[in-house]
């Protein structure tokens, strides 16, 4: 079946290191995204990988993808009060080209 | 560059009353479209999406409809609103099926 999982929260101090994590269920899912929703907007593309990769790096994000485990993770460096957001991690489901998200990591950044 | 307009932001309507909520986008022809609905537990759930002009795929049964009268033009309705469609609505495109989703700024719908 179709299924995304994330922890609902996560609390770090500015400056420390994020990592949100997820594990998704299709093992033929081409491609892996996270989105970052702050509170009453949009969702905003902030980063994908393809599932041939296994590591992408944008600039403060890192994306591992643990192909074997299905498991995928955001990490986001120095991380900044402006980070505090919502983060949906999400699949795109070969039958059918259907988005999966999980529900949502809250992260709150602590001065 | 594409952008994606979502109106209007906010919406308050008493239960029984109809619904038109549009998303237009911009710098791109022929788009796949999408609605999502986001519930007070944050997941998204996609109601309707559509590969082309007048053709829509509805993902649930519900007391809501999709149109896409135009190529670059998707509207949410509904003939009589129920308590249970408070959310907050998105609208998405991408370039065909299987392509990277892009998101408008949403609809924020309180039915009273």
């Known amino acids: 079946g179709e299924d995304v999982e994330q922890s609902l929260f996560l609390s770090v101090r500015e400056g420390d290191s994020s990592v949100i994590n997820c594990t998704y269920t299709?093992?033929?899912?081409?491609?892996l995204y996270w989105y970052k929703q702050e509170p009453g907007a949009g969702l905003q593309l902030l980063t994908y990988i393809f599932s041939n990769m296994d590591m992408k790096q944008d600039q403060r994000l890192t994306v591992l993808l643990n192909k074997k485990d299905k498991h995928l993770s955001l990490r986001i460096a120095d991380t900044q009060t402006g980070d505090s957001a919502i983060y949906f991690c999400?699949?795109?489901?070969?039958?059918?080209?259907?988005?999966?998200f999980g529900q949502g990591t809250e992260l709150s950044v602590k001065p | 560059s594409q952008t994606i307009h979502q109106w209007p932001a906010t919406l308050v309507q008493p239960v029984g009353s109809p619904l038109s909520l549009e998303c237009t986008v911009e710098?791109?022809?022929?788009?796949?479209l999408y609605w999502y609905r986001q519930a007070a537990g944050r997941g998204l759930q996609l109601l309707f999406y559509?590969?082309?002009?007048?053709?829509i795929s509805s993902e649930v049964p519900q007391n809501l409809s999709a149109s896409r009268p135009q190529d670059r033009q998707f509207i949410l309705s509904s003939k009589k609103l129920l308590l249970s469609d408070s959310g907050f609505y998105l609208c998405?495109?991408?370039?065909?099926?299987?392509?990277?989703?892009?998101f408008g700024p949403g609809t924020r719908l309180t039915v009273l």
């Open positions: 710098g791109t022809s022929n788009p796949n």
């Open positions: 998405a495109w991408s370039v065909n099926p299987a392509g990277t989703q892009y």
């Open positions: 299709d093992s033929s899912s081409t491609y």
């Open positions: 999400a699949e795109l489901y070969n039958q059918g080209g259907k988005l999966i």
């Open positions: 559509s590969v082309g002009i007048g053709q």
